[in-house]
Every structure is written in structure tokens, then in C-alpha cells.
């Protein structure tokens, strides 16, 4: 009899802003009944809790001292059906839908530059994927946050496919788009991200790389599906 293949507990899923890390993790934990845990909610939390508190941005000490005294934590979503995909907890207060404010959007890489921020942030994130059964989505966690993760994977796609995303799923919403304005806002996000000194994104060599551009969210998730079944199979072998 075939021996029944090893699951990937913990799944990593790096990539630039706009890749399809989010939509495609999501709909991988949800398959696999895992939690889905974006990392970004986190660098959101700290931003929302310094914006409420008047905490500059640019004040590095300042922030680092609130990110390394705020209890952050990530749940599913289990009890609520407003939509949410998972809940974030400072202590008791559900900050869930608080995080994804026009001011929080235009703030959270700022933060998330800081290098004690960072180290902070990364010890909370760990701590939460030990648990197991996990997609965890961001842009540092092959390299940096669970380098030991059962499977990484790292989505990209180019730019301006990127920013066509952002700007659709923006009038979707409601919300006014201006198409060149988020292509440069992405593009400075990238240069951003990949030249901070703490944790840069990156590819980790062994991620497995996957080209999204053209695709449909669902034709990634299978398309990652088929790799985990093959790595599953490798692995069991």
C-alpha cells in the first residue's frame, strides 16, 4: 500500500505588492483548512496604533518600544461573519476591518522600514506560525520569519500587471483609481522593500517561483496545489 504523503504544516508565500500573495494564500488555507495569516497586518497594527497615538513615523525608538510592548495576535475568523478572513487582536480590541484605512495604507511601509520594528514584529509572526497548520503571506518569511517552512513559494508578476490589479480591485470598492499614480506607488514600494536594511524581499533559494502575470487566482491556486502534491509526493518517496 502507498504510504499516505506528508502535509506541508507551514506554507510560505513571499512576492512583491499587488502579486496575488494575499487572494491566493487566502484560497489555499481556505482548501486546505489552514489559518490564513498576511504578516502585513501586523506592520498595519503598529501603524494603526501610532497614528491613533501620534507616534511619528519616523521616530524609530519610539516605534519599536510599541511593537515591542502591543500583544498582537491572528486568529481565524471563527464567530464573525462580516467577511473578515481572519482576526487581529491587540489584547481584547478587534482591529480587523481598522487596518485597511486610506491612512494605514499610505503609512504601513514607512513603518515597516524600521529595523526594530522588524525584529520585533518577526518574533510575534514566528510565534504564531509555530502553530502549525499555516499560509502564512508576506515578503520576508521564506528568508527571514520561518526560513524552516515545510514549502515556500514566491508569486510575482510584472508591474503593471500589478498595478491594473490594484486599480480593479479599487473601483470594485467604489473608491476612485488613478492607474499611473498606483503603478508608481507600487514601483516606489518595491524599491522600498527590496533596498530596506532589515529583511529586504527577496526570493529565498528555495522557494519555488511562480509567475502570476495573465493568471486568474484560481489558475495559481491550482497551479500550487499541483506543486505541494508533487513535493508531497517527493518527499514521501
Known sequence: MKPEHRKAKTIAIDGPAAA????????????????????????????????????PLDDEEALGVLAETT?????????HDDGRYYTVLVGARDITWALRTPQVDASVSYVAAHPRVRLALTAQQRRIGQRGRVVMVGRDI??????????????DASPEERARRRYDELVARGQEAD??????????????DSTRAVAPLRRAPDAIY?????????EVV?????????????SSS
Not at 33 to 48: E, K, N, P
Not at 71 to 79: H, M, T, Y
Not at 142 to 155: E, N, Q, R, S
Not at 222 to 234: H, Q, Y
Open 142 to 155: 521564506g528568508t527571514v520569519v520561518m526560513p524552516d517552512a515545510d514549502i515556500k513559494f514566491y508569486l
Open 179 to 192: 492607474y499611473d499614480a498606483i503603478l508608481a506607488d507600487l514601483r516606489e514600494r518595491d524599491r522600498l
Open 210 to 218: 511562480v509567475d502570476t502575470t495573465g493568471l486568474s487566482r484560481d
Open 20 to 55: 496575488g500573495k494575499s487572494s491566493v494564500g487566502l484560497a489555499l488555507a481556505q482548501h486546505l483548512g489552514y489559518l490564513f495569516f498576511d504578516t502585513g497586518v501586523m506592520y498595519r497594527a503598529i501603524t494603526l496604533l501610532a497614528l491613533e497615538q501620534g507616534v
Open 222 to 234: 491550482e497551479r500550487l496545489l499541483d506543486l505541494l502534491g508533487a513535493r508531497e509526493e517527493v
Open 71 to 79: 500583544i498582537i495576535d491572528v486568529q481565524p475568523p471563527a464567530g
